[in-house]
């Protein structure tokens, strides 16, 4: 199984910077987006109360409950999308860029880390390099890296992997338009599939070597998603091209329905293994690619087009506000719910859990977002609140 978040914003220049062409106008909130990473974080939660209480992969509902986890793929795009379009690529924005990135997401993780190792059973004697590595987004790089109430943490590594690369990617391609940056973007995925080919990646995970598979380019396909519909976009404003061939994604409903046959598809036991167990590297490749597909077909609809949809009612926004409070506490508030409802993992109980598992992390997710990620949105804001805490 696969087991995701952030808003970007520009930064100004004493001197005119060289950006690539239009990069300043790409900004611009769109609400269903944020509604779509509130769908996605509940998506991803519900495929491990699913997996936790032994639903069955085989099954029709199960094979798709199953390949939920493709909903990463959504968050990923929804990552380089934003980013991409609000940057614009040139020294003096590093800075900014990296305080932004770090205070959007560095507290939050570190609050739940530590409580997590303070409060769970299965986290208790981790030693202090499991612990560093887990606070400094490396624990994917150690065998056996991962800790208790923690292991959905991964895609976090890979996320923070794209933060780096990105602004090296962007001032690559300063001077380059953007039908040739889509062309760049198509290269690069393309490149990315044999990743998991390369004899050093295929040959593990094995003794004193993680899975190199869940590494950052095993996933490129996903941020490409995103990627290109910020160029698409900006070709659409500043040539007017692109607009028939996006008017397909009008037709959300009709997307929806590729999305769950991919994800049915996808969860298959002729297409890859099922569960947890270990992908060859062509079942991998595989694994990407139909994951890139579901992205494209939930993703580029609302990217593309903003006619009224639900995800522009008020509770869904709400969720996707505190998507990545909710996406951190999910997997320990499961794993408390579990217990107190006295029922045992992969025994059953999918209806009752997952209800108490989604209330339990929206009131914790909730908590999360306004103790901590508000405010602790920018430097600024994090130093006020801070004073506050220590005066």
């Not at 995925?189 to 040959?203: E, H, I, T």
């Not at 997307?255 to 167990?277: N, R, S, T």
Request: with cysteine; aromatic share 18%; proline share 7%.
């Amino acid at each position: 199984m696969f087991p995701s978040y952030p808003p970007s914003a520009p930064t100004t220049s004493s001197s005119p910077p060289q950006v690539p062409a239009g990069s300043q106008h790409r900004r611009g909130f769109k609400p269903q987006l944020e509604g779509l990473r509130g769908v996605s974080a509940v998506a991803i939660m519900t495929t491990h109360v699913a997996f936790q209480t032994g639903i069955d992969p085989h099954g029709n509902i199960g094979a798709i409950l199953g390949r939920f986890d493709y909903f990463l793929a959504v968050f990923f795009a929804f990552s380089a999308y934003l980013l991409w379009r609000g940057m614009d690529f040139h020294r003096g924005m590093l800075v900014t860029y990296f305080h932004r990135r770090f205070w959007r997401v560095v507290p939050a993780y570190w609050v739940y880390v530590v409580v997590v190792l303070a409060l769970v059973p299965e986290a208790f004697g981790a030693s202090w390099v499991s612990v560093l590595s887990t606070l400094s987004f490396t624990q994917i790089y150690l065998p056996e890296g991962f800790l208790g109430g923690m292991t959905h943490l991964w895609s976090l590594c890979v996320e923070v992997v794209f933060y780096l690369v990105m602004p090296l990617l962007g001032w690559a391609l300063r001077n380059v338009g953007p039908a040739k940056r889509i062309m760049v973007f198509c290269g690069l995925a393309l490149l990315s599939l044999g990743w998991a080919f390369l004899p050093v990646v295929a040959d593990s995970p094995r003794e004193h070597v993680p899975n190199m598979q869940i590494f950052f380019p095993g996933f490129f396909c996903w941020y490409a998603v995103g990627l290109i519909a910020a160029e698409v976009e900006e070709l659409r404003r500043r040539r007017g091209v692109m607009d028939k061939p996006v008017k397909v994604f009008q037709y959300r409903w009709a997307w929806w329905l590729v999305a769950f046959f991919v994800m049915w598809l996808a969860g298959q036991e002729f297409f890859g293994p099922v569960g947890l167990e270990h992908p060859s590297a062509g079942e991998f490749a595989l694994r990407v690619i139909a994951g890139t597909v579901m992205c494209a077909c939930v993703f580029l609809p609302y990217a593309f087009h903003s006619a009224p949809s639900f995800l522009d009612w008020r509770i869904i926004s709400y969720l996707g506000r505190i998507s990545y409070s909710f996406f951190l506490w999910h997997l320990a508030v499961l794993g408390a719910v579990l217990p107190l409802l006295g029922i045992r993992p992969f025994t059953g109980g999918f209806l009752v859990v997952l209800p108490l598992t989604f209330i339990g992390s929206f009131i914790v997710g909730s908590c999360g977002y306004v103790l901590v990620e508000w405010p602790f949105r920018s430097a600024r804001a994090a130093k006020l609140t801070l004073l506050r805490i220590f005066r």
